[in-house]
């Protein structure tokens, strides 16, 4: 049984964050051990939410705890998303030294959430953009940033899959080994697709699957793919079959969520399809031009 650390929000009603990734990990068979960065009575994007922040000293110690009772080898992951204060970036950091002092084996996996520019998106304090820009690609083995989160890694805007690729690719000159990209804006592909991208030194795939027309896109998609990636791979997946299973599996949740006619993702309703995608979308192999 593979174990990751999961440092993340957690919200009380609805799915994002920890919310969104924790039951889909256990539904792949990956056992999870959730650290909640913040506890929220729902996701910000509703414009109104209450609940607090985690004590950044808290999070050290939750670890440590577990290194008391000697279960830090058994960690193989930590994927972290989601932080309420600048102070928190620095405090994963520690965690992943930690862990992988107990366990060299292990992997980070770095959702770098950095929210939105608009006042009615992903509310995240400015100073954790910065250090997630200048100090978390030489710390994570993978990263997965969407595109607003590329391009603040780039440092420039990114309109096609080849600039895309050649920021991938610069990304990992600066530390990961791979970078998914789990939302790609292309200029050139159909208004009606949903592109993603994954890339390493040796290989990039294109993944591309319906978008659907929400009125009101729905929140925690990213966490719900990044946490597929996360699970698929700590049970032996290449990189392109990890790949194809997260945009298999958030397809069939996205495409019943839209059925449902629902704002918050039918992650329940679409278990068995998470572990058994019934659609599937072939990865096209890209190249640099």
């Known amino acids: 049984m593979k174990n990751v650390l999961s440092i993340q929000s957690h919200v009380v009603f609805g799915h994002a964050g920890n919310s969104a990734a924790v039951f889909p990990m256990q539904r792949l068979g990956v056992n999870v051990w959730p650290l909640n960065t913040v506890q929220f009575s729902n996701h910000t994007q509703y414009g109104h939410w209450s609940g607090s922040v985690l004590e950044t000293s808290q999070m050290p110690a939750l670890v440590e705890g577990i290194g008391a009772i000697g279960m830090l080898p058994r960690c193989d992951a930590v994927l972290s998303g989601y932080l309420g204060a600048t102070e928190q970036a620095q405090a994963v950091v520690d965690i992943v030294r930690t862990v992988k002092s107990a366990n060299p084996h292990a992997r980070y996996f770095c959702d770098p959430v950095m929210g939105s520019q608009t006042r ?17 690609p030489a710390i994570a083995d993978v990263m997965m940033p969407n595109h607003s989160e590329l391009q603040r890694l780039a440092g420039r805007e990114l309109e096609t899959v080849d600039e895309a690729l050649a920021a991938c690719h610069e990304l990992i000159q600066r530390g990961p080994a791979v970078v998914l990209v789990k939302h790609l804006l292309d200029r050139n592909s159909p208004a009606d697709c949903f592109n993603m991208l994954v890339v390493t030194a040796d290989e990039a795939w294109l993944g591309q699957r319906p978008l659907y027309p929400f009125t009101r896109h729905p929140v925690g998609v990213g966490d719900l793919t990044s946490a597929v990636f996360v699970a698929r791979t700590l049970l032996g997946d290449s990189v392109r079959h990890a790949f194809e299973h997260a945009l298999a599996a958030v397809h069939s949740v996205v495409r019943r969520t839209w059925e449902a006619n629902r704002y918050e993702l039918e992650l329940v309703a679409a278990q068995h399809d998470i572990a058994h995608p019934p659609d599937w979308f072939e990865a096209t192999a890209v190249r640099a031009v």
Request: aromatic share 6%; hydrophobic share 35%.
């Open 120 to 136: 009615s998106g992903c509310q995240v304090e400015p100073g954790i953009q910065t250090f997630l820009v200048q100090t978390m």
